[in-house]
């Protein structure tokens, strides 16, 4: 049964980092891209970032570009995002989610199809 499960949320005040970790069971990183996305209060999800199954490929949303680090450890099958620089406006839920790939590519948003349950991660002071 293919399984994700966030973790590394939490109370951070503005300026700080966490790092959140999305531990994959029953499928194996070496097939899938993973992405992050988050959904605060009252707005819509969006993404945040992805990483491709190799790794070798990124992409990240201008809010957090500069700022969050995607990375993968295939060993593990987990994949990280660092959080620097955290902002207000960065609390949300934060997802990590899974596609079957083909190739080695970061996917679109609307392509990722198993989730996780989700982490708060809220930047207060």
């Known amino acids: 049964q293919l399984q994700l499960v966030e973790s590394g949320g939490g109370l951070v005040q503005p300026g700080g980092s966490l790092r959140l970790s999305c531990a994959a069971s029953?499928?194996?990183?070496?097939?899938?891209?993973i992405g992050w996305f988050r959904q605060a209060p009252g707005k819509e999800r969006e993404g945040v970032s992805s990483?491709?199954?190799?790794?070798?490929?990124?992409n990240y949303a201008d809010s957090v570009k500069g700022r969050f680090t995607i990375s993968g450890d295939n060993a593990k099958n987990t994949v990280y995002l660092q959080m620097n620089s955290l902002k207000p406006e960065d609390t949300a839920v934060y997802y990590c989610a899974a596609v079957l790939v083909y190739r080695d590519y970061a996917p679109r948003p609307d392509e990722f199809r198993y989730w996780g349950q989700g982490t708060q991660v809220t930047v207060s002071s």
């Open positions: 990483i491709s199954r190799s790794g070798g490929n990124t």
């Open positions: 029953g499928f194996t990183l070496d097939n899938y891209a």
